[in-house]
Nanobody, 126 residues
Framework: QVQLVESGGGLVQAGGSLRLSCAFS????????MGWFRQAPGKEREFVAR????????YYSDSVKGRFTISRDNAKNTVYLQMNSLKPEDTAVYYC???????????????????WGQGTQVTVSS
């Protein structure tokens, strides 16, 4: 059974940076497209970023494009989310996700993803 474990969350001031990590186990990592979602208090869970199996094709939400970078190390079975220029509105629980279907057309929909991590809290103070 695939398991995803996030780490790296915490408290940071606006304008600062954090790097989230997600350790993958229980399957063949490079068979999965990886991504990140987030959920702020009182809001719907929303798509943040997605990265192809080979780490070539990446997609971002408009709200994070240019500030966040998703990457993966297939040798370490780990996906990362580098978050720069953080804003208070980035405060949320961040979830790592895995998708076995590389051709998912509606990749911004949470239902496209097969596996979820437990989440890590990111808090950005103003």
């Amino acid at each position: 059974q695939v398991q995803l474990v996030e780490s790296g969350g915490g408290l940071v001031q606006a304008g600062g940076s954090l790097r989230l990590s997600c350790a993958f186990s229980g399957g063949t990592f490079n068979s999965y497209v990886m991504g990140w979602f987030r959920q702020a208090p009182g809001k719907e869970r929303e798509f943040v970023a997605r990265l192809s199996r080979g780490g070539i094709l990446d997609y971002y939400s408009d709200s994070v494009k240019g500030r966040f970078t998703i990457s993966r190390d297939n040798a370490k079975n780990t996906v990362y989310l580098q978050m720069n220029s953080l804003k208070p509105e980035d405060t949320a629980v961040y979830y790592c996700v895995a998708d076995s279907d590389s051709s998912s057309s509606d990749y911004r929909n949470r239902n496209a993803y097969d596996y979820w991590g437990q989440g890590t809290q990111v808090t950005v103070s103003s």
